[in-house]
């Protein structure tokens, strides 16, 4: 039987991951407060273990909604093969995508080799060491720290890169490196690269929408690896997932994908007026509510 309550259990979840997945704050810092105050039960028969795993899947794979809502959005930029698009645009196009691709190389080495080597080594992976409320809060506090400075050491000043097409291959590369830090929960995937981008002098603009596009393969990558390994302990432990856990994962996609449109276009309009120094503000205000809600519960 399908719980009313799971499925508007999974509307909010949809709506934090889409507002606080393009945005720098941190979707992870977010969804571990959600769920500690509300966690989902879409299945309590089949026991703590098949909650620990479909949880696991399920704050990764809502990331598919949030990765459609940039391709529609950014569609026409992002297709190489779009008839209305000259030799040199085309070529232009498939350009971008080779640095998306460059600069999502070390967040693939550290995400799926280095991971599987301290697995092996110590019996945990990364996520084992360092998944935890006093990570999550001490990342948000240090990049908000780190988005106040460094917005006010270029305020007044012209970015050398202006736009993503400006984007040299050496630069996605250091954005890639900066992207690869998002393993640290709490950082936040957007955070990072928008962080290394303002340090290397791209603007606000361009910094933001090449997060865009690098969230495309990081996170339907990290999607595929969630979602296998779901299957793959439910398969060995004989269980059927009930209907009820479907739906509430394909509700969370679906309004994850409506709530990143609108957090999207909020973005881009954002960034044209504004610095990033109010995303570190509040990144270290919920850093700090974070610290409290966890030392008193």
């Given at each position: 039987m399908i719980k009313i309550i799971e499925v508007i259990k999974a509307i909010l979840y949809g709506i934090l991951e889409g507002i606080t997945e393009w945005l720098p704050v941190s979707s992870t810092g977010h969804l571990i407060l959600l769920e500690e105050i509300l966690p989902l039960n879409v299945a309590p028969e089949l026991g703590a273990a098949f909650a620990v795993e479909y949880f696991s899947m399920f704050e990764v794979v809502i990331q598919l909604g949030a990765i459609l809502a940039v391709v529609v959005t950014f569609f026409g930029k992002l297709n190489p093969f779009a008839p209305s698009k000259s030799a040199l645009e085309k070529k232009g196009t498939w350009l971008l995508w080779a640095k998306v691709v460059v600069a999502s190389v070390p967040a693939a080495f550290i995400g799926i080799v280095l991971d599987k080597v301290?697995?092996?080594?110590?019996?945990?992976?990364?996520?084992?060491?360092?998944?935890?409320?006093?990570?999550?809060?001490?990342?948000?506090?240090?990049?908000?720290?780190?988005?106040?400075?460094?917005?006010?050491?270029?305020k007044?000043?012209?970015?050398?890169?202006?736009?993503?097409?400006?984007?040299?291959?050496?630069?996605?590369?250091?954005?890639?490196?900066?992207?690869?830090?998002?393993?640290?929960?709490?950082?936040?995937?957007?955070?990072?690269?928008?962080?290394?981008?303002?340090?290397i002098g791209v603007s606000r603009a361009a910094a933001a929408e090449f997060s865009f596009f690098l969230g495309i393969p990081a996170m339907a990558g990290a999607s595929l690896i969630k979602g296998y390994s779901f299957f793959d302990f439910v398969l060995e432990n004989g269980i059927s997932v009930p209907t009820?856990?479907?739906?509430?994962?394909?509700?969370?996609?679906?309004?994850?994908?409506?709530?990143?449109?609108?957090?999207?276009?909020?973005?881009?309009?954002?960034?044209?007026?504004?610095?990033?120094?109010?995303?570190?503000?509040?990144?270290?205000?919920?850093?700090?509510?974070?610290?409290?809600?966890?030392?008193?519960?």
């Open positions: 301290i697995e092996k080594i110590s019996g945990k992976d990364i996520d084992g060491w360092i998944y935890n409320w006093q990570t999550v809060a001490a990342t948000l506090i240090i990049y908000g720290v780190l988005f106040i400075i460094v917005e006010r050491i270029y007044g000043k012209e970015a050398r890169t202006q736009t993503v097409d400006d984007i040299s291959f050496s630069q996605a590369a250091i954005i890639g490196g900066f992207q690869a830090l998002s393993i640290i929960p709490g950082t936040s995937r957007s955070g990072s690269t928008i962080l290394g981008s303002r340090t009820g856990a479907w739906l509430s994962l394909a509700v969370a996609c679906v309004v994850a994908f409506a709530v990143s449109m609108i957090a999207i276009k909020f973005l881009v309009e954002f960034v044209k007026r504004h610095s990033f120094a109010p995303f570190g503000v509040y990144r270290i205000i919920l850093g700090a509510l974070v610290i409290i809600f966890f030392t008193i519960r």
